[in-house]
């Protein structure tokens, strides 16, 4: 956190290279939220780049009460979630009403993504399959499994509530597992 306040001290003193720093440190985390979620590669950088140039602008208004890659990814979530329902997908409708049926705390995680990814067949077979999964669980079963980053900072990332959120890559995981199956057998 003390990285996060000397970062944007040195950007709000616009420090030469300072606001470039902070690009590099969390392209990679907007990038994932924001591709994840529109798939169009033309679309997330012209939205990644509205992101920085939001953070830009509203930077003052960071207020250090939670890591500022919370605060740069929500605003990523928001413009990505924006995009969508001003396309009036069938995602984008659910997501704008907020539907999503979160399951219990306790849901069990047997799952193991890690070992999926061991084999390069299963492992391309799991990329198109991650694919293929709506926006949301897309996005976020990217930053969980492979951003390593825990439930509770997706939730102040995103704003949904942790069992949303569990929810979400409860299903996808399932449907990863449809998916796998038939090709390496029986994951454990």
Known sequence: MN???SLVEAVMAATPGAFERLMA???GLCWHIIHRMVR?????RDLCQETFMRVYVNLHQYRHESPL???IGRIAYSIALRHLQRQKTPIGEALAHGEATPLPDDVADDFD???AC???A???RLRTAIEDLPPLPRMLLTLYHLDDIPIPEIAQITGLPVGTIK???YRARLRLRELLEPISGELQ
Do not use: C, G, N, T
Request: charge should be negative.
């Open 3 to 5: 990285s996060d306040r």
């Open 25 to 27: 440190e969390y392209q």
């Open 40 to 44: 169009h590669p033309e679309d997330a």
């Open 69 to 71: 890659k919370h605060w």
């Open 113 to 115: 993504f890690s070992a």
């Open 118 to 120: 061991d084999d390069l």
């Open 122 to 124: 299963i492992a391309a």
């Open 167 to 169: 929810s979400h890559l």
